[in-house]
């Protein structure tokens, strides 16, 4: 996000719904014009290396340039399924704009922008970018339509198989769908990524959970593939005295609740308290700024360095007026008689020896508990792991992350395979929505590679 | 996706994208990987007596920030002995049979020295040949290249000679360093060419530097004129295809040369009568790969024009390409200024005001906000206001209804009518 491109910024209290429109506007056809001009078309680019999905992004940015938007939407998707979606919530001054060799010379090419002109434009044109491959036999169950999920149908249809997708919500898209600030990624973006997954013959069986609706043996009978691609669970409790009072939240299910209408009108003028400096946690506080709380604080045991937010998340949460209270552990929920939440007891903490994660450890002050008041507390401390479902399956796992061989992202049962959040943890993968859009390509390159290409070799 | 196959002349093929006679089409190698990234073509440099070659070669014309607006450049026909040259283009041919492999000739201006090359050319496999009577320096000086190619009578001479031992198609390549490339044109014709192609590059100088007083580029403190290519020049190289496309005495194929760099450029030769296109700036500046947009963007584009090749393209603008004398004096647009998307920059106002016709009025409005607006009754329609404008949508040309059409030939024909 570009915050000198972001011109509104009022919050209206008497519409919350304009909140929650996507903040930073398209680039206008001048900008992109421009922006794309300056583009070096690099050979060999550092920026294409930067993006885990490697898109071509040279290629993409001349294609705005010549005019060519249908091409130019078309490089984007080709490496990435979810490219719009990432367009808003990819860390790019970490990767590809981090990456681009205009930094040493004057500003980086805002790619991440141009990316979202180029997908914008594709939605808008109600654009068909890829056909469905033909068909070779074999069928494929993907378990969760998120970016993983959605990535991996999307190649397997390219590549023939009969895909069926197990969704558990109402809608697919996973986190793209219900976990990202609408003011970052409206739901109809995540929805067109959807669709064109679905366009090419795919089928999503929503409202459908394995486990209940039908159960991992019957899935592993049926199909020749399976997929594991069910991302996160809830978040966990803090574990301190008072956490049964009204008004406290799970920081996931609160950002969810703001992603389809009707607005919550209840923070309008309250005092809201965040735990946790993740990005999740800076999208529950800036969610609450939008829903109109008068104030919003975010409660972390470390400081600001120890962080794992991303820069421009943190940076945006500061402008839209979230207080940081550093170095402070919750230690107690206060409430009313009625059960409500008032109010969090904390304790300073400081930082001390290094710990096993290579930061600091934060140690409690003694004698300097204070109390914040607070009308609704929202947990962010990370987030819970599916393991009942990945032991219903049998497979190998750490603490919830499940094991993959990878090179070929199969699990411990060499016919399920797995991507995205699932196998992130325990230092193994990373926790982006582009490195899930990759894992999943990946998943559908190594089933092809098993049930296609090596069944061919054996024929012939 | 639409069929961009192209039989130009008799030759054939892949796509109209070809790379021009120039350094990316020295040696086998390059032309390979070219043939791999996509080109569909490619006109070999020009084969002759090898040369000496300078050091310091190439200058370009940045133009406010943007780099190689225009490319000049006094390097000359290819440095490589004829035998490795025939050899390489064998062996490329052997890898790619379907992609167009053109000798670029230049030889001096006598019948045996044609008989002798266009035989060893087509010896070792070429689709066709083109007859370098564009190159504008060093070689002219020999009495070849745009020495030969400035005079009608030598163009159709040395074509006669090049056909007589031809068996492939002859493509004879312009200069447009003359006053009316159609004389040029037609004598080749006369001289029984398959096809030509244009342009050669300009004549230039890129520049003085300012400090040591030397050209740019500069040789051991001296300089001499070079040719100019690049996207600079592509207003000039257009004018001079469709001045022969029209032309119904030069009726044979046209590839079109000079400044273009996109799908879009490659589109707008074709609209005017060619039958392909060839490149040579644009790849010297980004690379091979620049072919994969090209073959992209013209799909998509035909695709959009619901046309199924590209042949359908060819030549559609043709016909409303004419003389001055037809335009009708009575068509009229004028200027409008769309408040809603103008930023205020006042440039429209201060070109017109200056150097057009002071019809933009700065105003007022109720509010206090100032706001631009033409004044139609005065405004002859020239563009200038549009030109300069910075944002796409502030300014439209808008057509307004004025009487019956009159061209100048029409009108100049109703003066000598005697009245009734």
Request: aromatic share 6%; with cysteine; hydrophobic share 40%.
């Amino acid at each position: 996000m570009k915050m000198n491109r972001i011109k509104e910024r009022s919050i209206s209290l008497t519409d919350l719904t304009k909140n929650f429109k996507e903040i930073e506007p398209d680039l206008t056809s001048k900008e992109a014009m421009d922006e794309s001009n300056r583009c070096l078309y690099c050979y060999d680019a550092p920026c294409i290396k930067a993006c885990p999905t490697s898109i071509n992004i040279p290629s993409f940015i001349k294609k705005i340039a010549s005019g060519n938007m249908t091409g130019s939407a078309r490089v984007i998707m080709e490496a990435n399924p979810v490219g719009a979606s990432c367009a808003r919530v990819c860390p790019t001054e970490e990767l590809c704009e981090g990456a681009c060799v205009l930094n040493k010379a004057s500003l980086p090419i805002m790619i991440g922008n141009l990316q979202r002109h180029a997908t914008n434009w594709a939605i808008q044109n109600k654009t068909q970018l890829f056909k469905a491959g033909a068909k070779n036999g074999k069928s494929a169950a993907i378990i969760g339509g998120g970016p993983a999920g959605l990535s991996s149908a999307r190649e397997l249809a390219r590549l023939g198989f009969d895909v069926t997708i197990f969704e558990a919500k109402e809608k697919a898209g996973g986190l793209n769908t219900h976990g990202i600030v609408s003011f970052r990624l409206p739901q109809n973006i995540s929805s067109w990524e959807v669709e064109q997954v679905e366009s090419l013959g795919v089928k999503i069986r929503t409202n459908t959970i394995v486990g209940r609706d039908i159960q991992p043996k019957e899935m592993l009978n049926e199909y020749d593939a399976v997929v594991l691609a069910i991302g996160m669970a809830n978040v966990p409790l803090i574990g301190i005295e008072g956490e049964q009072a009204n008004g406290m939240f799970d920081a996931v299910e609160f950002v969810e609740s703001t992603k389809t209408p009707p607005l919550n009108t209840d923070l309008i003028g309250k005092k809201v308290v965040v735990v946790g400096a993740g990005n999740t946690a800076i999208d529950a506080a800036t969610c609450s700024v939008r829903l109109g709380a008068a104030n919003v604080k975010m409660l972390y045991r470390r400081t600001a360095a120890e962080m794992t937010a991303y820069e421009f998340e943190y940076e945006f949460a500061k402008q839209e007026g979230v207080e940081f209270r550093w170095l402070t552990q919750p230690v107690k929920i206060i409430m009313d008689d009625a059960g409500a939440v008032r109010g969090i007891q904390c304790i300073q903490m400081e930082l001390g020896e290094i710990d096993q994660s290579g930061r600091r450890r934060p140690v409690p002050v003694a004698g300097s508990e204070f109390i914040l008041e607070a009308d609704a507390i929202i947990r962010a401390i990370g987030q819970k792991k599916h393991s009942k479902l990945i032991e219903a399956f049998g497979l190998e796992h750490t603490r919830g992350t499940v094991k993959v061989n990878a090179s070929t992202y199969q699990t411990s049962n060499p016919k399920i395979y797995a991507a995205g959040d699932v196998i992130f943890g325990e230092g193994q993968s990373e926790a982006m929505v582009v490195t899930a859009a990759e894992q999943g390509k990946q998943t559908a390159y190594s089933i092809y590679k098993q049930l296609v290409e090596n069944s061919m070799a054996q024929t012939s | 996706m639409a069929d961009l196959r192209v039989n130009f002349a008799g030759i054939k093929a892949p796509n109209p994208f070809w790379l021009a006679s120039a350094p990316p089409t020295n040696s086998g190698y390059q032309v390979q990987r070219a043939f791999e990234a996509g080109w569909g073509g490619a006109v070999w440099k020009t084969l002759g007596d090898p040369i000496i070659n300078t050091s310091s070669r190439f200058a370009a014309m940045h133009f406010n920030g943007q780099r190689v607006a225009g490319f000049n450049n006094i390097e000359l026909i290819t440095d490589r002995p004829l035998e490795v040259n025939l050899k390489e283009i064998y062996e490329t041919k052997k890898r790619f049979p379907n992609h167009a492999v053109i000798a670029s000739l230049m030889v001096e201006p006598k019948q045996e020295k044609w008989h002798e090359i266009v035989k060893k050319a087509e010896a070792a496999g070429v689709d066709g040949l083109e007859l370098n009577f564009g190159c504008p320096h060093g070689m002219a000086e020999r009495g070849m290249g745009a020495a030969s190619g400035q005079v009608p009578e030598l163009v159709e001479k040395q074509t006669m000679w090049a056909k007589e031992a031809a068996s492939t198609p002859v493509i004879v390549k312009l200069t447009p360093n003359i006053t009316d490339i159609t004389a040029t044109a037609w004598a080749a014709v006369q001289g029984g060419a398959d096809a030509i192609s244009m342009i050669n590059t300009i004549n230039s100088l890129a520049g003085v530097d300012l400090d040591t007083w030397n050209t740019v580029p500069n040789v051991a403190g001296k300089g001499a004129h070079g040719g100019y290519c690049g996207p600079a020049v592509k207003p000039i190289a257009l004018n001079m295809v469709a001045e022969c496309a029209r032309n119904p005495e030069v009726n044979i194929p046209i590839s079109g040369i000079g400044g273009i760099s996109t799908w879009r450029d490659a589109a707008e030769f074709i609209l005017m009568g060619a039958g392909s296109v060839q490149v040579c700036t644009a790849a010297m500046h980004h690379g091979f790969s620049i072919v994969e947009d090209m073959i992209d963007g013209l799909n998509h584009y035909l695709d959009s024009k619901q046309l199924a090749s590209v042949e359908e393209l060819i030549g559609k603008t043709v016909p409303r390409y004419s003389n001055w004398g037809d335009l009708d004096l009575n068509f009229k647009v004028v200027a409008r200024i769309n408040e809603e998307t103008c930023i205020n920059c006042n440039k429209c106002y201060i070109a017109c005001e200056d150097t057009a016709h002071q019809c933009i009025e700065m105003l007022k409005s109720p509010g206090g906000n100032k706001f631009l607006q033409v004044r139609e009754e005065d405004c002859v329609g020239c563009n200038l206001c549009s030109i300069v404008c910075p944002v796409d949508g502030a300014i439209n040309m808008i057509e307004i209804p004025n009487g019956p059409p009159m061209t100048w030939n029409e009108r100049q024909k109703a003066i000598k009518q005697p009245t009734a």
